[in-house]
Each structure stands twice: as structure tokens, then as C-alpha cells.
């Protein structure tokens, strides 16, 4: 083919539109975060009251899911305070300045905390008992703000329920918690209304560390005839240190999850924390992916509640199992 000075001109400018089209390419590719292997597309945080199997097992559920679920790359940072306020206070602070994409808080008191620092970021709670007594949300329907997720308020009804079941001649509950803790205030008010519903006495007693649960178990000898451990962090931290005394002393307890019966506890209606861990991944990711606001979010329940009992302890306090708890429940023991 001849070229002449217009076949040229006209080349030019196809090679320059083409160039520009190219380059275009190229800047919209590299703003796509998910191709860059360097840079993560979401920065989830993990702020976990305290180590512990059950909450670890949330939060291990929680980051599985996530994972599973949500596209691009995926970095977590978890952080735990055991309990220390001041660390508390300084890890809240670096999910701020770091500029998270969203946290996942177990624990109401490290919820609160984050919670006064941004009211951008979204944060999704696992297994806050009262999320709306805590003054997290305005309701649970329409929490309102950069706060939803999951609560574990336990089903006390019918707890106390199953308990009369194999326990018919207890009189006198008593429940051991630390009263620092905002859920556990909560928890002991709906036991307090529950026994008194059904005649029975509840008897209450507080501990400030684990280091007070073995003198604070001593005392109640006499005074109770069974005793409940809530999902009270100081109490569930503890209760290798609660269930050893407590046989020791002939007290049965009754709990809330299933790795407590499995580790001595009585028996125990609940749910699996696991479950609450996926729910609130579900959660983040309709956040995350789909573009919701926390603020128009109901806080969510376990779907199922389950009985677990623990055959070794009805033998050591000579009880007879009831027949609806071998076709309901299920026996679990170490």
C-alpha cells in the first residue's frame, strides 16, 4: 500500500486513540483493589473480650465464613484485652486510626468502647446479651446507628423449666456473676423474674475476678440447692476453677452451652456459639457486599436452641433422666 500524507495523519491518530483507550485500560484495572495481590479489599477486625474455647470458636466461625463468602482478599486482626481496660482503650483506638472496614466485637464492654470512638465504622456484635440496655442500639428492630449484629440472651424460661424437670425438689437457685459486667446486671434481672414466677428463691452471689469463685462458691453451701452459671465472661473464664469446687461441695450447675456440660455442668438449654459466629458473618457481609447500613439491621437470635445433658453428672447426684430429655436432648460428655 502507498502511504501518503493523509494515510499517515490518519494512522497516527488511530494509534493515539488506541493508545489512549489502552491507557484507560490499564488505570481502570489498577483501581481494582481485588487484582492488586499487595492490597487487601477488606481490613476486618476481631476485638474478643478474652480467650476462651466458646469465643474462639465464634470468632473462628466468624472469620471461616467471611472467607468463604466475601470476594477479593480478606485480612483479619484480631485483638484481645483479657480483661485489662487499658488495653481495652488503646486497641478500640488502633481499629479507629487504621481505618478498618468493619469490626466483629465479642464482648458488650468492647463494644461500648469502640463504639464511642467511631460511629462509621460497622461494627457487628457477637453475642451481646442486651444490645439495647447497653445503650449499643436505639431498639432491637432498628438499632439505628453503625451497631447491629447477634445476641445471646439465654432462654432462662426454659432453663429453669428443664431444670425442674430432673431437679424437682430445688427450691432455692443460686446464680455467681460479676456485676462489672453490663450483660450479667441484665441476665440475673430476668432470673431474678423467672424463680419468682415459679415460687422458687433465687439467691445471688458476685465475684470481681476468678481468684474470688472458690471462697464465693464455699459460702453458698446450705444456702442453695443447685446453681446457675450465666454467660457471665469472669464466670465462664473460669469455670474449670467453678465446676472442680463445685463437686467438691456436692452443688450441681446448670449453664448455657454445650462445652460447659461436656466440662461438668448438669445440663445446659442454649445454642451454639458457632451458629451465632456464622449469623454475624452474614451479617458483615450483606454490610460489606450488599451495601446495608447496620442502622436498618434487627439484631439477630440463635436459630435453635438445644437441650445437652451430661450423663456422668446425673449419676454423681443419683438423678433419674427424664424420658423427653433422651428423645430431645443430647448426651455429651468427655
Known amino acids: 500500500m502507498k502511504f501518503t500524507k493523509k494515510n499517515t495523519l490518519i494512522c497516527t491518530i488511530c494509534l493515539l486513540v488506541a493508545?489512549?483507550?489502552?491507557?484507560?485500560?490499564?488505570?481502570?484495572?489498577?483501581?481494582?483493589?481485588?487484582?492488586?495481590?499487595?492490597?487487601?479489599?477488606?481490613?476486618?477486625?476481631?476485638f474478643q473480650v478474652a480467650r476462651h474455647p466458646v469465643l474462639d470458636a465464634m470468632a473462628d466461625t466468624f472469620q471461616k465464613h467471611a472467607k468463604e463468602n466475601l470476594s477479593g482478599k480478606i485480612v483479619f486482626v484480631a485483638l484481645v484485652p483479657e480483661g485489662d481496660a487499658s488495653k481495652n482503650e488503646q486497641m478500640a483506638q488502633r481499629f479507629v486510626s487504621d481505618k478498618f472496614d468493619l469490626v466483629f466485637v465479642i464482648g458488650t464492654n468492647q463494644a461500648q468502647t469502640l463504639a464511642k470512638k467511631t460511629s462509621t465504622i460497622p461494627i457487628v456484635l457477637g453475642a451481646a446479651t442486651d444490645p439495647q440496655a447497653a445503650?449499643?442500639?436505639?431498639?432491637?428492630?432498628?438499632?439505628?446507628?453503625?451497631?447491629?449484629?447477634?445476641?445471646?440472651?439465654?432462654?432462662?424460661?426454659?432453663?429453669?423449666?428443664?431444670?425442674?424437670?430432673?431437679?424437682p425438689q430445688a427450691k432455692r437457685i443460686g446464680i455467681i456473676y460479676n456485676p462489672a459486667e453490663d450483660n450479667s446486671g441484665i441476665i440475673v434481672s430476668r432470673f431474678k423474674d423467672e424463680c419468682k414466677a415459679r415460687g422458687l428463691t433465687s439467691v445471688t452471689a458476685t465475684v470481681s475476678n476468678q481468684n474470688e469463685v472458690r471462697q464465693t462458691l464455699v459460702s453458698l453451701v446450705g444456702k442453695i440447692d443447685v446453681l446457675y452459671a450465666p454467660t457471665d465472661a469472669t464466670i465462664q473464664?473460669?469455670?474449670?476453677?467453678?465446676?472442680?469446687?463445685?463437686?467438691?461441695?456436692?452443688?450441681?450447675?446448670?449453664?448455657?452451652?454445650?462445652g460447659t456440660v461436656k466440662d461438668g455442668a448438669l445440663f445446659s438449654v442454649g445454642f451454639n456459639y458457632s451458629d451465632l459466629g456464622r449469623i454475624s458473618a452474614e451479617m458483615a457481609i450483606d454490610i460489606l457486599e450488599n451495601g446495608k447500613s447496620p442502622s436498618g439491621m434487627p439484631i439477630r437470635l440463635a436459630d435453635t436452641y438445644q437441650l445437652f445433658y451430661n450423663p456422668t453428672q446425673v449419676n454423681r447426684y443419683s438423678l433419674s433422666l427424664p424420658d423427653s430429655w433422651q428423645e430431645q436432648g443430647t448426651e455429651v460428655s468427655r
Do not use: M
Open 135 to 167: 445503650g449499643l442500639v436505639k431498639s432491637w428492630e432498628h438499632p439505628g446507628a453503625n451497631v447491629t449484629g447477634t445476641s445471646d440472651l439465654s432462654p432462662i424460661a426454659s432453663q429453669l423449666t428443664r431444670l425442674l424437670e430432673i431437679l
Open 237 to 258: 473464664s473460669a469455670f474449670p476453677l467453678l465446676i472442680g469446687t463445685a463437686n467438691e461441695l456436692n452443688i450441681p450447675v446448670f449453664d448455657c452451652d454445650e
Open 19 to 46: 493508545s489512549i483507550i489502552l491507557g484507560l485500560i490499564i488505570i481502570e484495572r489498577s483501581s481494582d483493589r481485588s487484582l492488586d495481590p499487595q492490597t487487601p479489599h477488606y481490613k476486618i477486625g476481631i
